[in-house]
Nanobody, 126 residues
């Protein structure tokens, strides 16, 4: 299983950025796709995730209303659209995949995601 993340970069505060994650395959019949991020000196934290079906999506409070995650089942990709970026959003963003009990479930804990991409850097300047 490979998760290839891309789309990071350097932007100014208030700008928008869209990340992309392509998933090679999944060994699970039901799984969730999501994103975590880690800023320097901080714990890795949940950003958002979507269920296998794409019908259920959740976000961290810090990004709710600014970030939107789209899921393309046919292409097995996930794209977080990040708007109104803030310097506090600066971090390495990781795409993740983990098994779920149902196809409408997702999780917010990092230990529930078994596969992690290599990460893509997002830097927001003030």
């Amino acid at each position: 299983v490979q998760l290839q993340a891309s789309g990071g970069g350097l932007v100014q505060a208030g700008a928008s950025l869209t990340l992309s994650c392509v998933v090679s395959e999944s060994p699970f019949r039901s799984y969730a796709l999501g994103w975590f991020r880690q800023a320097p000196g901080r714990e890795r934290e949940f950003v958002g995730a979507t269920s296998w079906s794409g019908t259920t999506t959740g976000y961290a409070d810090s990004v709710k209303g600014r970030f939107t995650i789209d899921r393309d089942i046919t292409k097995n990709t996930i794209h977080p659209q990040m708007n109104s970026l803030e310097p506090e959003d600066t971090a390495i963003y990781y795409c993740v995949l983990g098994p779920t009990i149902t196809r409408s479930a997702y999780y917010t804990e990092k230990n529930q995601y078994r596969y992690w991409g290599q990460g893509t850097q997002v830097t927001v300047s003030s």
